[in-house]
């Protein structure tokens, strides 16, 4: 059983937001704003939470055993396409929250965990309609925190979305808005596109948490020549510093850990995505020093043996996806119809699975995130505001009179940018 302190107690009172009481009214889970686990890694300073992307039961109970041995605040995610309308995975937008409550209460987790839907993508007039429906019934779930990624529109019109979907976010949530899609080392993000979409949500009384660039990452398996470019990085969080929003890392797989460091000790990061990695660690796949699978002399993944899934799954596994003709990266699609496969293998082997992903966080939480001990921070900030809401971080600057939509139409012009290629940049 844990051991619940008083300040523990406290927090669970007054941190909760008001969808997860509702939801959750008996529980002993601290589910909490994504602003509260921000404000922990500012606190701590050069500290960065890991944003789990849940795409299977076993990386969610492995990451939130890693949060807990390492006393830090973690955020579970799902992104549109892993858990939207047409997911690839089972977790989803509007089963994370249930998942992750009821896991809390059986492992007795008492760091606090904020539930993030991460890119909720908006590349035209369709998905800002279908989003005012859809991103309400996403918190009546136990959403605490959002990504609206608008960043495949053009800069007025990504600023332009952003403002027209905030009325139907919380203002106590965590959010996460995006400049540059994320497609390696192509359409890199510049500081003008950056400030243009953090000033001009200012000057409308938005304060993002994070801004997350297309600072040379990639999604999915590791890619040539993509990587974390950690001086442009810093250099548009440093033109941000006024505006008192920190970085979202996305496509953290692919990077060695001495890049991640670099990206804690000298930018203003305190989220950073991880997905692909701790999907193939689930499955019991080799992997390196950046989380990425290892294949082996004829281009196949290696499955260790004793590791992860059964053997024999992992032969179904395989063969099913041959028999779509998938290629390595489409082995994502594998998660939502083997989610009931996986879950009815014996406890051991599920015991396996996670502890897996477990390891692999842990490590990657206090070596490279730094973010050992930040769990009693985050519960200071929610006793200081002594509330779920601990407020944004920033104050208006801009002069909402010159960021009216025709302005920011004439401004956008201005702005000189590189989207880079057309494609799906969708993770």
């Known amino acids: 059983m844990a051991l619940y302190s008083a300040d523990f107690e406290k927090a669970l009172q007054v941190g909760r937001p008001p969808n997860i009481q509702k939801l959750f009214p008996n529980s002993k889970a601290l589910i909490v704003s994504g602003k509260v686990v921000d404000r922990a890694m500012l606190a701590k300073g050069k500290a960065i939470t890991m944003a789990a992307n849940g795409r299977n039961y076993f990386v969610i109970r492995g990451a939130l055993m890693a949060a807990q041995r390492a006393n830090c605040p973690i955020i579970i995610e799902i992104a549109k396409s892993e858990g939207g309308q047409k997911a690839y995975c089972a977790v989803n937008y509007w089963n994370m929250a249930r998942i992750v409550d009821a896991l809390c ?54 600023l332009l979305a952003n403002l027209d979907i905030n009325p139907f976010i919380p203002a106590w949530a965590g959010l996460e808005t995006e400049v540059g899609e994320i497609k390696g080392n192509q359409g890199l993000s510049t500081v003008d596109e950056a400030k243009f979409l953090i000033q001009g949500l200012n000057a409308h009384d938005i304060f993002p948490d994070w801004i997350a660039l297309n600072n040379g990452t990639t999604h999915g398996l590791e890619a040539s020549a993509a990587g974390i470019q950690v001086g442009l990085t810093a250099g548009i969080h440093k033109a941000l510093e006024p505006y008192k929003v920190n970085g979202a890392q996305h496509g953290t797989s692919g990077n060695s850990s001495e890049r991640l460091r670099e990206i804690a000790s000298q930018t203003a990061t305190t989220k950073a995505n991880v997905a692909t990695a701790l999907q193939m660690i689930s499955w019991g796949l080799e992997v390196n020093d950046y989380g990425n699978a290892q294949l082996d002399g004829d281009g196949n993944f290696i499955k260790v043996k004793g590791e992860g899934m059964t053997e024999e799954l992992w032969v179904e596994i395989v063969a099913y996806a041959e028999s779509k003709g998938w290629k390595k990266g489409d082995y994502k699609n594998l998660n939502l119809p083997f989610e009931n496969k996986l879950l009815a293998q014996p406890k051991e082997i599920r015991d396996r699975m996670a502890k897996r992903v477990e390891d692999f966080a842990y490590k990657m939480m206090t070596e490279v995130f730094n973010a050992k001990d930040t769990a009693p921070l985050a519960i200071e900030a929610i006793l200081k505001a002594g509330s779920h809401d601990v407020g944004p971080k920033g104050s208006r600057i801009e002069d909402p009179a010159r960021w009216t939509k025709e302005q920011i139409i004439e401004r956008a012009k201005t702005i000189a940018s590189d989207k880079g290629p057309e494609g799906n940049f969708d993770d």
Do not use: C, R, W
């Open 105 to 158: 209460n059986e492992l007795g987790i008492t760091v606090p965990v904020a539930i993030h839907a991460d890119h909720y993508g908006i590349k035209n007039d369709k998905d800002l309609a279908a989003a005012k429906v859809e991103i309400p019934t996403m918190f009546e779930a136990g959403i605490t925190s959002i990504a609206i990624d608008a960043s495949h529109l053009p800069d007025d019109q990504n």
